[in-house]
């Protein structure tokens, strides 16, 4: 994969199909602390100590559609390629957390790639899981933060589908709008 916004996507249907009803996707880049970090949180089955062990093992999957499991694998060799670090927790009945940090300065650092059309695909997810997105930028020792809740959305369009077109290229306007006041 050539985008960040891949293995997050990967990352977080995983999630997703924990049944999760919050997935809480922070993402955080800090020229200061040379550092970016993604951190996925969700609420949903979460792993024993054996799967987590396993989890990061590209020939273990406890999806029945395939034999292997390449997200969590891949995204913590990215992390140590750049410098940084992938660290997962999880609770049984309460849910996990991956924490990948990457060093912001590294030559194989790719880039964040399609963020909106991740976010739009995870805000509408058949599951009905809330996606709670933050992007925090500090460059000066002054965070400037981005943020929404798909929950908020859907209260704000009263019935009206996400997958509706117009909203779609509303819902990708919104993301990239917010983005860019960032910088």
Same mark, same amino acid.
Do not use: Q
């Given at each position: 994969?050539?985008? +960040? ?15 999760? @009803? ?6 955080? &880049?800090? @020229?200061?602390?040379? +550092?970016?970090? #993604? ?9 024993? &100590?054996?799967? +987590? ?7 273990? *999957?406890?999806?029945? *559609?395939? @034999?292997? %499991?390449? %997200? ?5 060799e990215?992390?140590?390629?750049? !410098? %940084?670090?992938? !660290?997962?927790?999880s609770?049984?009945?309460?849910g996990?957390?991956?924490?990948? =940090?990457? &060093? ?12 909106? $059309? *991740? ?5 509408c ?6 996606l709670?997105? =933050?992007?925090?930028?500090?460059i000066?020792g ?7 809740? *798909?929950? $908020?959305?859907?209260?704000?369009l ?5 997958? !509706?077109?117009? #909203? ?6 919104m993301?990239?709008? %917010? +983005?860019k006041?960032?910088?």
């Amino acid at each position: 994969m050539n985008e +960040l916004s891949l293995y997050i996507l990967d990352i977080c249907e995983n999630s997703i199909h924990a049944e999760s @009803k919050n997935l809480y996707l922070t993402i955080e &880049k800090s @020229k200061i602390k040379n +550092l970016l970090i #993604i951190t996925i949180e969700d609420d949903g089955r979460g792993m024993d &100590k054996e799967t +987590l062990n396993k989890v990061s093992n590209p020939f273990y *999957t406890t999806r029945t *559609t395939r @034999k292997v %499991g390449l %997200g969590i694998p891949l995204f913590k060799e990215l992390c140590e390629l750049c !410098e %940084g670090s992938f !660290e997962i927790y999880s609770e049984v009945g309460k849910g996990t957390t991956d924490i990948a =940090k990457f &060093k912001l300065d590294s030559i194989d650092l790719p880039p964040l790639g399609a963020i909106d $059309e *991740t976010l739009y695909c995870l805000a509408c997810n058949e599951f009905d899981c809330d996606l709670h997105f =933050k992007y925090i930028k500090d460059i000066d020792g002054n965070p400037k933060e981005f943020s929404f809740n *798909t929950r $908020e959305i859907k209260e704000v369009l009263d019935g009206i589908d996400l997958s !509706e077109p117009s #909203i779609m290229m509303w819902f990708k306007d919104m993301v990239n709008e %917010g +983005l860019k006041e960032l910088n």
